[in-house]
């Protein structure tokens, strides 16, 4: 096989844990680390799992909520919150004027937004290059108590609450949603800080009994 | 000999449990539950360690985590503290401290010597003469002392965990379970955290021979366990308090953040020790010692005692004492009044003679000196602390019980702020204007009545209900008026001395007369000159009682004295656990793994990752010649650094030209699209702190690059100003999102060419151009740049394809012998090129006037930062120009280093050199300095001072330094 052109920023700290690699959306990915029953209970005590392949869009400027409604994206109402379209693309706000959108394997919204050409002044695209990662688990608490030091068991991130924190050291954005019926924490960071905080997070994950899974274990592709 | 009891209600081990362990050779068994202390002292063992200074022998004192007498080593852990440290099975224990054993300690006969080792006298004496001082501070060392360090100690990572909650409660005593319970009720969020294995403080031993009150802990803990708004954690303490209610709990597994809406102080109080002669031997304790002992672990205290005491708590501990057997001889009250009539009645109830007004004149100790015969007891004078010795009765026992007062545990009131003061009812400092959102409750708030602690509680809980928005009733209560629980002044004067104040220290009674006579008649000097509080106990046994006796000294009301300062941590806390798992970001780029497989010799540059040089595995290169074979590929053929690590700035909006114009020094409003020029940065002082290169892709965008280590700073600096002049301008910072790389050399535009559609001939891009286009069939932006050598190529990727343009660039390459070059290499090549570095060849100081940038500075500008700086500057002679230099030709001396002075010829000091290499392509030595001004032109002599003082001389040489190869005829 080819070499993918695209890599995640934590492909090199998967290597030693000899994944089963795919590529998805261009990107060489760890589609499973072990066997589905034992990422499955993994995922129930407290996993991680690299989603940085996942296509993002990033947008910036006076007028850029009004450039994206205008292409018939929803957005969240306030700063600091998110949405789910209706294919189940994500649309963060940042700030006021900034937004980050991520796509499911399965929807190219943020390709379309890509090719869609900016006519006006006031808006920017963003090209991103985040490190992303889906937590899971019943000690997921424990996880953050020790890596972050917001209260993450309140509300914070009820309703759609959207959290920019420091985890390990690193600025990162935070949120809680379901997936495939689970709740599970979703963690964007700079992609070159990536492979550290994976390595952190797997490191006190692993000594909690619960260790890595692989992209398949949420978006069962082959 | 046994001395544990009949099982107890509540105790606190595990009879089912018997556990095995060694003590200085002695076999001894204890149960699960078993603290070392009560274990040892359970066998009939009461020597458990030897004093700090003096070596006598000691037993058990505050059986409450200050017993710093009884430090035990156990293998490769040291400094453990036996009153509190639970038993198990194998351990090997040693009292720390000793040579030849706890009970054969050859370092005993220091006791001797003690009326010639006054307070202070290692201030004073072995100085002199100096040559002198590595000998006796060696023997100082290894007669004093605690355990010792071991080098080996495994790393063992303790978490640091963050918790959250809306009331902390610390202490979980009756006032502390009251107000936790009091919170929840309010629908609050309690943390509730007490340092012993067990919550209930003293309703857990301080019976007065009733156990009725174990019934209303029962309730208490009952409640807690079932209230799912209260957490509560025993076996931790509160190390200290911060700003916000950032309290950390220490417990053995780690430390947890607790970041409370308010906070509950209900930690209670300390006992303190009355003060006569021989209060130090073996079987002498506090009265609250011998409850914890009697009723948690169910030992007796000694078989025959008598209690000394200075207030009713005496009388409650006697009582304990007989309910469990104990010959009780006698209640030695210091107080003339005594205590009330109905304790009284039932301590001579029980068979136990009241001596009021009297006290213990001096504990005789046994022949060996290693417990207690008996007690010579005389009428006491509370106004002049003097007993009667004509009037003296010797009682034979083999413990003493002593009770003369509390302490507030107030380390957390007072870190936070709060203003003590002195209640002459309790004659204790209590509480008298408390911070925002932190409340005190129970003993510490000088409420003793168990009653009144509950009310007190709730009433604490109630108010920090109130702090937090909750609608609650506040009502007053007043507390039960209870027998004054604190002597004034519990000391017995004795002219042989030995009545011991502090135990940690071995400090007497004398030794603070002597430190006020010396002019240390301040607390904090006599803390520091008597070292009072400055052991591992912090003074929780010594400090009240140092005030006392400095009051008397200096004739002031106690409050006149004040306290000492109290600092978080409030007990000892290990490094380990304050270091916890520690985090330390690294940042990677797409190209990383790449340069560690090809022998890339990774160092940290900031917080990012970057190959210093490559020495592939079997090369057998050295790292000297590893950077000269890359400088040369770069010189002669093609090389390429991996420069990802660059800030990367997006400039967008209708103001930018007119942003980068304020915020840099050069101009900007009329560059070309397509074009790049220099862009520096100073401060406000008109100092140099970053240069980059600034490059206008639209009329209304600019890509800015950064030093790598200043990113993030200038990111936030422009963020800042853009804010401050409200100009129209999105800024995106794109470090993070674009790997860059820069291709350099002869044929480096061979190989770029090879792989991109971009038209980088000579002629379509000159020095500066900027171009967008494919690099491997990704997205690129070129510049040309000559940082490093004239003709090069930087090209910026989406970092996710950073490894893929770099692989394909190495393999484009290959055939024109490419050599990837590290950052020593990239260090040499500017240097050749003759560009100073911002930050390792200028300092916190330099202007552009004295870096030779000049023609950076647009100083017809209306504005830019640092203008109005530069413009004061400009005016003024220079003291000191940045120039580059050589050494001579074939000069095979000691070579200069960074930071090795210029000298002038009056030997003072003109310069610096900032920078120095040998360079291989030249055959030279060259580098930059900083130097007078009149030695900066091109062919000025300096001499430089090595490391070991000898003069180089070095010659100023204008830079690029490619010309010395054309006067060799190259």
């Not at chain 2, 340069?595 to 790292?623: D, F, I, K, S």
């Not at chain 2, 010829?905 to 291989?920: F, H, L, M």
Request: charge should be neutral; proline fraction near 4%.
């Amino acid at each position: 096989m080819q070499d993918a052109v695209l890599m995640s920023p934590v492909a090199f700290a998967h290597a030693l844990r000899k994944p089963v690699n795919g590529e998805v959306n261009g990107m060489e990915t760890a589609l499973s680390f072990d066997a589905a029953d034992v990422e499955a209970k993994r995922s129930q005590t407290l996993s991680i799992c690299d989603v940085s392949n996942l296509n993002r869009f990033g947008v910036k400027g006076p007028q850029a909520a009004n450039w994206l409604q205008a292409a018939g994206i929803k957005l969240p109402g306030t700063t600091n919150s998110w949405t789910p379209q209706d294919n189940g693309s994500l649309v963060m706000r940042l700030g006021n004027t900034e937004f980050l959108l991520e796509d499911q394997p399965e929807n190219d919204l943020t390709g379309m937004l890509n090719d869609t050409a900016v006519n006006e002044g006031g808006v920017h695209k963003v090209l991103r290059n985040d490190a992303a990662f889906i937590v899971s688990g019943e000690l997921t608490p424990a996880l953050f108590s020790e890596v972050c030091a917001i209260d993450l068991e309140g509300a914070t991130l009820e309703e759609n609450r959207l959290v920019m924190t420091v985890i390990a050291g690193v600025s990162a954005t935070l949120l809680k949603q379901t997936l495939n019926g689970q709740s599970v924490y979703r963690i964007w960071c700079d992609g070159t800080f990536g492979p550290y905080l994976w390595k952190t997070l797997l490191g006190i994950i692993e000594e909690q009994g619960g260790g890595p899974v692989g992209f398949n274990f949420y978006y069962k592709l082959n | 000999m046994t001395s544990r009891i009949a099982k107890k209600r509540g105790e606190w081990i595990n009879r089912d449990k018997p556990l095995t362990f060694e003590y200085e050779g002695q076999q001894v068994q204890g149960y699960e539950g078993d603290t070392i202390s009560s274990a040892l002292w359970a066998n009939g063992i009461r020597v458990l360690g030897r004093s700090f200074k003096y070596h006598r022998a000691r037993g058990l004192l505050s059986f409450a985590n200050h017993d710093v007498n009884a430090l035990m080593t156990d293998g490769e852990d040291t400094n453990i503290r036996a009153d509190v440290w639970p038993v198990s099975n194998g351990m090997s224990l040693k009292a720390v401290n000793t040579d030849g054993g706890v009970i054969k300690d050859k370092n005993k006969y220091i006791d001797y010597l003690s009326p010639f080792l006054p307070v202070g006298f290692y201030y004073k004496t072995f100085y002199k003469p100096k040559r002198m001082f590595p000998f006796w501070e060696d023997k100082i060392r290894k007669a004093a002392g605690l355990g010792e360090v071991n080098f080996n100690y495994p790393r063992n990572i303790r978490p640091k965990r963050h918790a959250h909650c809306d009331v902390l409660v610390v202490g979980a005593g009756a006032s502390g379970l009251s107000a936790a319970l009091a919170a929840a009720a309010e629908g609050l969020s309690v943390i509730l955290v007490d340092e012993n294995l067990q919550a209930g403080g003293s309703l857990s031993y301080d019976y007065a021979g009733d156990q009725s009150s174990a019934d209303t802990l029962h309730a208490l803990l009952s409640e807690v366990e079932a209230n799912q708004n209260i957490r509560l954690i025993t076996d931790a303490y509160a190390g200290g308090y911060y700003t916000d209610h950032l309290v950390p709990i220490v417990e053995k597994s780690g430390i947890t953040k607790v970041r409370a809406q308010s906070v509950i102080v209900a930690t209670g109080v300390f006992e303190q020790p009355p003060v006569f002669r021989y209060n130090d031997l073996p079987g002498v304790m506090l009265g609250s010692a011998a409850q914890r002992l009697v009723h948690r672990y169910a030992v007796k205290p000694f078989e025959k005692g008598v209690v000394v005491t200075a207030n009713d708590h005496g009388y409650r501990t006697a009582l304990d004492l007989a309910s469990v057997g104990v010959d009780v001889v006698a209640v030695i009250d210091m107080r003339s009044s005594g205590a009330g009539q109905d304790l009284t009645q039932k301590v001579k109830d029980s068979g136990i003679s009241v001596h009021k007004g009297s006290c213990i004149y001096e504990a005789v100790p046994s022949s060996n000196k290693l417990g207690i015969k008996e007690v010579v007891v005389c009428p006491y004078d509370e106004n002049t602390a003097e007993a009667d010795t004509s009037k003296s009765v010797r009682l034979s026992c083999d413990g003493v019980a002593m009770s003369a007062g509390w302490a507030p545990a107030a380390a957390l009131l007072y870190q936070a702020g709060t203003k003590m003061a002195y209640d002459y009812d309790v004659e204790q400092f209590v509480p008298a204007q408390l911070p925002e959102g932190v409340f005190a409750a129970g003993k510490v708030n000088g409420v003793f009545d168990l009653k009144s602690r509950q009310l007190d509680g709730r009433r604490a809980a109630a108010e920090a209900a109130s702090y937090l928005g909750k609608a609650v009733q506040l009502e007053s209560f007043k507390a039960a008026s209870v027998n004054r629980p604190s002597h004034p002044y519990p000391i017995v004067n004795h002219p042989k001395g030995k009545n011991f104040v502090d135990f940690d220290e071995d400090i007497q009674v004398k030794d603070f007369i002597n430190a006020a006579k010396e002019g240390f008649d301040n607390i904090e000097l006599m803390k520091r000159f008597t070292t009072v509080g400055m052991g591992p106990s912090q003074g929780k046994h010594s400090n009240m009682n140092a005030i006392r006796i400095l009051a008397r000294i200096r004739q002031l009301p106690v409050e006149k004295i004040g306290t000492t300062t109290a600092r978080p941590f409030f007990h000892p806390t290990p490094i380990g656990h304050l270091g916890g798992r520690g985090f330390h970001p690294h940042r990677y780029t797409a190209m990383h793994q790449w340069h560690v497989e090809h022998g890339g010799e990774m160092m940290e540059a900031g917080v990012w990752l970057r190959p210093a040089y490559y020495a592939p595995a079997g090369a057998g290169l050295t790292a000297s010649e590893a950077v000269q074979q890359e400088t040369l590929a770069v010189r002669e053929s093609v090389g390429m650094i991996d420069g990802s690590t660059l800030g990367k700035i997006e400039v967008f909006g209708s103001d930018a030209g007119a942003f980068l114009e304020r915020f840099y020094t050069g101009k900007f409003a009329d560059q070309k699209v397509g074009g790049s020029r220099i862009a520096m940065l100073l401060d406000e002082a008109g100092v140099v702190v970053d240069d980059g290169v600034a490059v206008r892709m639209a009329e209304e965008q600019f890509y800015v690059s950064t030093n790598s280590s200043n990113a993030a700073t200038v990111y936030r600096e422009m963020q800042r100003n853009v804010q401050l002049w409200k100009m129209q301008v999105t800024l995106v910072n794109l470090t993070g999102a674009m790997a860059a790389m820069t291709v350099a050399g002869p044929k480096s535009r061979d190989v770029v060419a090879s792989l991109t559609d971009i038209d980088v001939s000579a002629d379509a891009m000159g020095k500066g151009a900027f171009r967008t286009g494919k690099v491997a069939g990704v997205d690129a932006r070129v510049m040309r740049v000559s940082f490093v050598a004239d003709l090069a190529f930087e090209i910026h990727v989406p970092y996710k394809a950073g490894l893929h343009v770099w692989k394909a660039l190495m393999e484009a390459g290959k055939a024109s012998g490419i050599r990837p070059f590290g950052t020593d290499a990239q260090r040499l090549l500017r240097l050749e090129m003759g560009h100073h570095l911002v930050s390792h060849d200028t300092d916190g100081l330099t202007n552009p006037f004295e870096a030779h940038s000049e023609s950076l500075v647009a100083m017809d500008k209306p504005f830019f930062i640092g203008q109005r700086s530069l413009k004061i500057l400009e005016k003024k002679p220079l003291n000191k120009k940045l120039t580059t230099f050589v050494l001579d030709p074939d000069f095979h001396g000691e070579v200069p280093n960074e930071c090795n002075l210029v000298i002038d010829s009056a030997s003072q000091i003109a310069g610096r050199v900032t920078s120095i290499s040998y360079s291989g392509y030249l055959d030279r030595h060259i580098g930059f300095a900083f130097v007078p001004p009149e030695h900066s032109h091109a062919g000025a002599r300096f001499q430089i001072r090595t490391d070991s003082g000898a003069m180089v001389a070095a010659t100023a040489c204008k830079a690029p330094f490619f010309h010395l190869l054309e006067s060799r005829g190259e």
